[in-house]
Structures are given as C-alpha cells and as structure tokens.
Nanobody
Framework: QLKPVESGGGLVQPGGSLRLSCGAS????????IGWFRQAPGKEREGVSC????????IYADHVKGRFTISRDNAKNTIYLQMNSLKPEDTAVYYC?????????????????????WGQGTQVTVSS
C-alpha cells in the first residue's frame, strides 16, 4: 500500500523557514511522481511543487518560485520541501501526494486530480 507521510509543519514568523518531509511507505521513489499541495481554509487545494522520483526534474508553482525548493533522497525514500521567506499567505495545510509514473513532468503535474495517494497533511502557520 502506497502511503505518503508528512512531517515538519509548525508555526513560523514571516520571513522564516521550515522544511517539510514526506516519507514514502510502501513504494520506492524511482517509480513515482511526488507532489506537494496546500489548502487554506475556504480555498481549493493547490499545487506547490512536484518532483520526478526517476529523473529528479522539478516543477514549481509561480507563487513559490525562488522561495521553495523540492528535493529527494532516494536512499532514505524521502522527499523534502524547503520553504524560505515564508509569508502569511503561505499558511495552509500542506499535503504530500504520489502516483506511479516514470514519464516526463510538466506544470500539469501540479493538478491534484492526477495524484492517487495522499498523506494526512501537516499544518504550516506563518504569523507574527
């Protein structure tokens, strides 16, 4: 059973940093695409970033480019999301999701509907 598990959320001041982790249970990164998504109260779930487990290619949503970095550690079967220069509008529940694919990725991979397996989410709050 493929099951992503997130960790690393919390409360941080504006301008601060957090690193989220997504542990991969039941699958190896080489055969999946992993995405990070977020959902703020009253808003739809939106794509933040994704990475190909096989190629390492990354995609970012415009609103996080230059601030967030997604990376992988295949030996640890873990995906990270380093979030810098955080803003209050980054406050949301962040989800890690995955689906099996070894093909090329594009901005269309930021669409939540493409993902079959979801973690439980971790809260990120940016506030002074």
């Amino acid at each position: 059973q493929l099951k992503p598990v997130e960790s690393g959320g919390g409360l941080v001041q504006p301008g601060g940093s957090l690193r989220l982790s997504c542990g991969a249970s039941g699958f190896t990164l080489d055969y999946v695409i992993i995405g990070w998504f977020r959902q703020a109260p009253g808003k739809e779930r939106e794509g933040v970033s994704c990475i190909s487990g096989s190629s390492g290619k990354t995609i970012y949503a415009d609103h996080v480019k230059g601030r967030f970095t997604i990376s992988r550690d295949n030996a640890k079967n873990t995906i990270y999301l380093q979030m810098n220069s955080l803003k209050p509008e980054d406050t949301a529940v962040y989800y890690c999701a995955a689906y099996y694919d070894v093909g090329p990725i594009s901005s269309s991979n930021l669409n939540p509907s493409r993902y079959s397996y979801w973690g439980q989410g971790t809260q990120v709050t940016v506030s002074s």
